[in-house]
């Protein structure tokens, strides 16, 4: 006999696995997620189930968060434009500020122009599937973030990736394409798990040898890598050889939103071609404004970007002293390797019964047997809260015997 579910049973069975699975870690006492933040108290403690915390899962890399002249643009533009846009961009929706920020992220990257969406996610979605379709190829590392690989499927081009940061297997995915189709290689500058680094310079050499268009997703790069934090070029000290720039106005830059930046002839086609930009409305004036003097704002405090150079440095080493395994990263994501998905929580229940507010990763964003916790340093932080959340790391990692 047929198959003879139902599609009330399909969706039944689906609904049953989620709320299953939520509930057994609600009634171990190890679920994490979406916990509400009452209060943002200073720059780096929140208050959560009325427990004052210190945050180390916050990708507000710089402190940016409630900075006074971000605030204030913010109130600014509500005065001047109210709190909505008329619609999408390309009609009535095209505030004066939405053209001063793009030009300031374009200054800030280095580009001719810039052009932004209504968030990260999106924009990955619509400049992959704006830039190729079908019989075109488009290449990925294997950890690129979920949107990449979101937007990859959306194009419908065929989909190929690589060994993580392995640049002989993006060569080898380059060498048997088929020379004819039109190829993009879509790479994250910093990776959102490990906190490791592309290996740039390869992967530019390789583009051009082979003839393939470069994107690169920033979301974890802006002011985190470079001297004055200006991203994966300023890092590898090159200049203009990513043809496609993508970044996320949510982390570093506290705000919502996505942008692209590049050569003024294809930031103009994405103003006309991408359908994020067609079909959705602008940015709010408020957003707007906040991402556009939070740039300003990167610019005229660069010892911002230092001070969590310096803190990061201070983190990954302390806990590398304490034995703990933090992968490759070289940036603010510090990955603590925990193996079972079971240990992450119980790490995680630990920590935060000691007032540190960090979050577990597990299957299936990371490989099983790769749960982790993922902590985040940021410029905000002074040594006496790196110190603090050492000390009851070490703790954890006795109790949960990772130690
Ligand atoms: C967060 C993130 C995005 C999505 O950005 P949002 O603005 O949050 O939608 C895209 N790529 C990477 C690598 C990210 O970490």
């Not at 969706?11 to 171990?28: C, G, P, Y």
């Not at 996320?248 to 692209?260: D, E, Q, W």
Request: with cysteine; charged share 25%; proline share 3%.
């Amino acid at each position: 006999m047929e198959d003879t579910l139902t599609v009330d049973d399909k969706f039944s069975a689906l609904i049953r696995h989620w709320t299953q699975r939520v509930e057994a870690l609600k009634d171990d006492d190890l679920y994490f997620y979406n916990q509400p933040i009452e209060e943002l108290c200073g720059g780096v403690k929140v208050r959560t189930h009325g427990r004052e915390m210190l945050m180390f899962a916050s990708y507000s890399y710089l402190g940016l968060i409630g900075h006074p002249k971000i605030n204030a643009a913010a109130q600014a533009a509500i005065e001047t434009y109210g709190t909505g846009t008329h619609g999408v961009r390309m009609l009535a929706g095209t505030l004066a500020l939405h053209s001063e920020l793009e030009a300031t992220i374009a200054r800030f990257k280095g580009t001719d122009d810039a052009v932004t969406f209504s968030s990260g996610y999106v924009t990955n979605l619509t400049a992959i599937a704006t830039m190729v379709g079908r019989h075109d190829i488009v290449i990925c590392d294997k950890l690129n973030h979920a949107s990449i690989v979101d937007g990859c499927i959306l194009s419908g081009a065929d989909m190929v990736r690589f060994r993580h940061n392995d640049m002989d297997d993006l060569e080898r995915c380059l060498k048997k394409a088929d020379p004819r189709a039109a190829k993009l290689v879509v790479v994250d500058a910093v990776f959102s798990m490990d906190g490791d680094v592309i290996d740039l310079p390869t992967t530019v050499e390789l583009c051009q040898t082979y003839g393939a268009y470069l994107m690169v997703d920033e979301a974890h790069s802006i002011g985190v890598l470079g001297e004055r934090g200006r991203g994966i070029e300023e890092h590898f000290g090159l200049t203009g050889v990513i043809d496609l720039k993508m970044g996320t106005l949510s982390k570093t830059i506290p705000s919502v939103g996505g942008y692209l930046a590049g050569r003024a002839d294809l930031i103009q086609m994405f103003r006309h071609a991408s359908r994020a930009f067609i079909f959705s409305a602008a940015l709010p004036p408020a957003q707007a404004a906040a991402a556009k003097v939070a740039f300003e704002v990167i610019m005229e405090e660069p010892e911002r970007v230092l001070q969590l150079r310096r803190n990061a440095a201070r983190f990954i080493s302390g806990l590398k002293g304490l034995g703990f395994d933090t992968m490759r990263t070289e940036t603010a994501i510090v990955p603590v390797m925990c193996g079972t998905d079971e240990r992450a929580f119980t790490m995680t229940r630990h920590c935060q019964r000691d007032d540190i507010f960090v979050l577990p990763v597990v299957s299936p964003a990371v490989p099983e047997g790769q749960a982790r916790l993922r902590a985040t340093v940021t410029a905000a932080h002074t040594l006496a809260d790196i110190d603090k959340a050492l000390e009851v790391f070490e703790r954890a990692g006795k109790r949960t015997g990772l130690l």
